[in-house]
């Protein structure tokens, strides 16, 4: 007898929460991911998506979904090109180790980095090897082991979980940011990012810079694609449309850090809404007719640090 599971959203953790649900060699499973846009119309693809608990909670439990997902980020590393993760040397300014979780005893390259790694006006910072992924090709690559697992990709806009309850027994709600209509849930909010494209002029390492006075952190991303600068974290702000004063502003601080980024080609422009919340949901309740509804939404910008954790905890309330 065939089992059917619904997972609603077709970013980063509905793929990976599809991708788990269908490993699992559950005999007469077959999982459905459900999602209103193409994986590459996502947020998930504008991201920058370097391995890196960031602006998400709770922290007691943000430490053991990170751990999974890094073991996991790691082992598909071996084949960069076609899983898109790479893990690649970088610095991440006025970060103490000491203040990191039990995740960073994973990354035996991490280190307090010496005076001269720093950028100008920077006194402190941790050097490092982390996964830093390409987002695109990731996606690609969830869909491809999805459907190599006997999962399908669904274009479909849902509205209400009745739908999806009528024809699975269990239903996953990974909407992201549609969460706050389709639950509905208030807490639910946007921190829209923005980010620049340009021509690598030569950078290998990623650099976060964090900064003491800085309102957001500047950063810039060495992807096969170009190299990434960002960025920003405006709370509640929902428009799609790339600023240019702020596109502007985010070339300024990265060419700061690093002088030769000053004068680069620009090649594109990116804006994300990370479906951000007070903390994670991850919990499971019962649909009126018997259906179970697992929630795994509220990542913030972190969905990819935490994908495959969360991922395996959403599972495991499937059943």
Request: with cysteine; aromatic share 6%.
């Amino acid at each position: 007898m065939t089992e059917t599971v619904i997972v609603i959203g077709g970013g980063v953790v509905g793929l990976t929460t599809a991708v788990v649900l269908a490993e699992q060699g559950r005999e007469g499973r077959r999982v459905r991911v459900w999602s209103r846009d193409p994986a590459a119309d996502t947020t998930s693809a504008v991201a920058g998506a370097l391995f890196w608990p960031y602006r998400i909670e709770p922290a007691e439990r943000v430490g053991p979904w990170s751990l999974r997902s890094l073991r996991e980020y790691v082992a598909l590393a071996r084949d960069p090109g076609a899983t898109g993760v790479r893990v690649v040397a970088g610095l991440m300014t006025d970060t103490p180790l000491a203040g990191l979780g039990s995740w960073a005893r994973e990354l035996p390259e991490l280190r307090e980095a010496r005076a001269d790694e720093l950028p100008a006006g920077c006194g402190q910072g941790l050097h490092g090897r982390l996964p830093l992924i390409d987002m695109p090709t990731h996606l690609r690559y969830l869909e491809e082991r999805l459907r190599a697992a006997g999962g399908s990709v669904e274009r479909r806009t849902v509205v209400g979980f009745e739908e999806a309850a009528a024809q699975a027994a269990v239903v996953v709600n990974c909407s992201g940011l549609g969460a706050r209509e389709l639950v509905p849930d208030a807490s639910v909010y946007p921190v829209r990012g923005q980010l620049v494209i340009v021509e690598n002029p030569g950078i290998e390492e990623w650099l976060v810079s964090k900064g003491e006075d800085a309102a957001e952190p500047s950063y810039l991303f060495p992807q096969p694609f170009g190299l990434l600068l960002g960025g920003t974290a405006e709370e509640y702000a929902s428009d799609p449309r790339p600023d240019p004063a702020i596109a502007a502003d985010i070339v300024e601080r990265c060419a700061a850090l690093r002088p030769q980024v000053r004068g680069a080609r620009v090649l594109g422009h990116r804006v994300g809404l990370r479906p951000a919340r007070p903390a994670v949901r991850i919990e499971a309740v019962r649909l009126p007719g018997g259906a179970r509804l697992v929630h795994n939404y509220g990542h913030g910008g972190a969905g990819v640090t935490v994908a495959w954790g969360c991922a395996e905890e959403a599972a495991r309330l499937a059943g």
